[in-house]
């Protein structure tokens, strides 16, 4: 049983930002990979690897991109009730959130959710965030 790959060259148009449909002017090339050897299968699974991370990375940024920092935001952590949070920070991977309760959670942006008309009730207690803080 033969193993082909098909790969598309590496000039992208578009930056490589977006996924690349081909038209019948590109061509697409296949790898017999049961004759390359153990070096070469590494270093494809390398570049194999890198491209998927990058457009992991892509993704992430793009679902970030749908939130603005002090947002009011909901996410539901396993076993655990919705939480209403404030967005305070993008990270590479995540974003952090304070939640109403005063936690700070590093959340995929994916789970989130943003919220509409959050409406407080009034308490005798307020409690005061300060993101600021010197530590």
Request: aromatic share 4%.
């Amino acid at each position: 049983m033969r193993t082909r790959i098909k790969l598309i060259p590496t000039k992208l148009p578009n930056n490589g930002m977006e996924p690349m449909a081909l038209n019948q002017q590109q061509e697409v090339m296949a790898i017999d990979i049961d004759h390359l050897s153990e070096e070469e299968l590494i270093e494809l699974n390398h570049k194999i690897v890198e491209r998927l991370k990058f457009l992991e990375s892509m993704h992430t940024h793009k679902e970030m991109m749908q939130f603005v920092l002090g947002e009011q935001v909901s996410f539901e952590p396993p076993g655990r009730e919705r939480q209403i949070a404030t967005l305070i920070k993008f990270n590479k991977k995540t974003v952090t959130v304070i939640t109403e309760s005063g936690h700070k959670w590093n959340v995929s942006p994916h789970l989130l959710s943003k919220v509409k008309n959050v409406k407080t009730k009034p308490t005798s207690k307020g409690q005061v965030i300060d993101l600021h803080a010197k530590k």
